[in-house]
């Protein structure tokens, strides 16, 4: 039977793009410079409790800001689901151990295989996009949150498909350095939309 030519083409840039995709902290493995490539969405599952000496949250707080660090990375926003965690306190107050289960969506590059299963109008085309949790986004984190930071890069980070790691981070128990912290990451994202031929463009957008 023969392949298409949708389907070879889906194929080859799903293979051409496989070499350069990896998860961020995967050591020994250079990120190329390549076209995304396509990909379909698959479930994950984080299942995470943050251990802290320096910045303690509520279970509120823990779970907004893992929200806020996982739709960064590229879960998909309309079925992300997450749930707290070892909660022992009244509402608001710090807890020792919280945690939170969430289930999302992410884009992983296809394989001649997922082509089969998924077929050519489940694939998305995608974009790297960068992103930079420790300034460009308005989180609640800060300085004293890099215990937080770096927990999500061990326990989230490889559940998204992610090249060009940069991280630098001088957690020490119960101290702050101002300034001494970076998590800058590309990820895999869809690609932007074409806004219709015609349309207004908002500048605010």
Known sequence: MKTSFLTGALIAAALSGSG?????D???VPALSVAPPAAHWVERKLDFTY?????HYSCDGLRDNVRDALLALGARRKDLHIQETGCTRLEGAP???PGV??????LVPVTPDDIGKVGATGTQPTQWHTVDLAHQYQFRFDQGQCELLEQLKQKALPLFTTRNLMYHSSCVPHEVTPGDLQFRVDVLKPAATPAPKGAAVDPAA
């Open 20 to 24: 350069a995709v990896r998860a961020a």
């Open 26 to 28: 995967t050591p020994g």
């Open 51 to 55: 251990m802290g000496f320096t910045t």
């Open 95 to 97: 807890e020792p151990f």
């Open 101 to 106: 289960v969430a289930h999302f969506f992410v």
